[in-house]
Nanobody, 129 residues
Framework: QVQLVESGGGLVQAGGSLRLSCAASGRIFSSYAMGWFRQAPGKEREFVAGISWSGGLHSTTYADSAKGRFTISRDNAKNTVYLQMNSLKPEDTAVYYC????????????????????WGQGTQVTVSS
């Protein structure tokens, strides 16, 4: 079983920054890719960023809306994945969810909801104009 707990959300003005954290417990965190998704009111949940486990070298992938502004990283020693969000815009307002794939060897970075085996409870990010 895997538990994911997000933190770091809040209210920020446009142009500001926030860093989200996702603390994972349960299975071996460092062996699996992780991802961040978000869901705005009235919209479907969408992929934001993902990071592989790849030993000492991590590959990352981002949605177009996040490229150049958001950075995903992980600290396997702390069982934590982060999402640094800069230059925030009102359209970034959403509940942000940490996601882990189904725990199979070689499971890819989850970029679609169907690839997610575990969700966190979500953290609200509100960007005011």
């Amino acid at each position: 079983q895997v538990q994911l707990v997000e933190s770091g959300g809040g209210l920020v003005q446009a142009g500001g920054s926030l860093r989200l954290s996702c603390a994972a417990s349960g299975r071996i965190f460092s062996s699996y890719a992780m991802g961040w998704f978000r869901q705005a009111p009235g919209k479907e949940r969408e992929f934001v960023a993902g990071i592989s486990w790849s030993g000492g070298l991590h590959s990352t992938t981002y949605a177009d809306s996040a490229k150049g502004r958001f950075t995903i990283s992980r600290d396997n020693a702390k069982n934590t994945v982060y999402l640094q969000m800069n230059s925030l815009k009102p359209e970034d307002t959403a509940v942000y969810y940490c996601a882990a794939p189904f725990l199979r060897p070689g499971a890819p970075i989850p970029t679609m909801g169907g690839q997610v085996g575990y969700w966190g409870q979500g953290t609200q990010v509100t960007v005011s104009s």
